[in-house]
Each structure stands twice: as C-alpha cells, then as structure tokens.
C-alpha cells in the first residue's frame, strides 16, 4: 500500500502550509507514522515522526519549534503543520509507516509519491 501525502505547493518563505496523508486502518492502527522529504540531488531525510497514542513525537532539529506533526485516529489521518517555512524546507514530502517511533529512514515503508513543497524568497 503506497500512502498519498497531500497539501503540498509553492509558497513564500515564512508561509504556513498543512500536509495530510490518509492511511488504510489496517496499516494505521497501532504504528507509528512519520514524514521524510526529499530535496534535489539529496537523499530522503527524516522530518518528524509520530507515535501511535500521539503523546511521543520525533522531530528534526531543522524542524523543530516550527513544524508540528499530528494524528487523527478516528480519521486514520496524519498531519504535518509546517510554519515560518524556509528556503531549505523545499523538496518532495513523502509519508510513511514503521514498526517502531524511530528517525531511521530503513524502517520505514510503503513511500508513496509524496508532495511537492516549494519555498521561494
């Protein structure tokens, strides 16, 4: 099962956007979900990761105090609430599912086409 990441575009640097990615119940319940990106010419890094409760979260230190990472259980929805964006925020955003909570990019599966998040000046 590939998960769709949405909400992505273009946006100015210190703009706001809110990514959601839908996930089929049967790969939602009891994992942990988590966002990566990927920039050009750059391998896929980890963003923020979220526990299946929602109380433990994981972030990046490139991200944190400006992106917030959230679940909706009823809604099998995982959210990522990217503010004050930066230039260096720009790259395609891929949502994903793992055994455990854990920045490890392997651990990671079923990527789908992710979104595409530009930041301009």
């Known amino acids: 099962v590939q998960l769709q990441a949405s909400g992505g575009g273009l946006v100015q640097a210190g703009d706001s956007l809110r990514l959601s990615c839908v996930v089929p119940?049967?790969?939602?319940?009891?994992?942990?979900m988590g966002w990566f990106r990927q920039a050009p010419g750059k391998e896929r890094e980890f963003v923020s990761g979220?526990?299946?409760?929602?109380?433990?979260?994981l972030y990046a230190d490139s991200v944190k105090g400006r992106f917030t990472i959230s679940r909706d259980n009823a809604k099998n929805t995982v959210y990522l609430q990217m503010n004050s964006l930066k230039l260096e925020d720009t790259g395609k955003y891929y949502c994903?599912?793992?055994?455990?909570?854990?920045?490890?990019?392997?651990?990671?599966?079923?990527w789908g086409p992710g979104t595409q998040v530009t930041v301009s000046s």
């Open positions: 994903g599912a793992a055994g455990r909570l854990t920045p490890a990019l392997d651990e990671w599966t079923n």
């Open positions: 119940g049967r790969l939602f319940n009891y994992n942990p």
């Open positions: 979220i526990g299946w409760s929602g109380v433990s979260t």
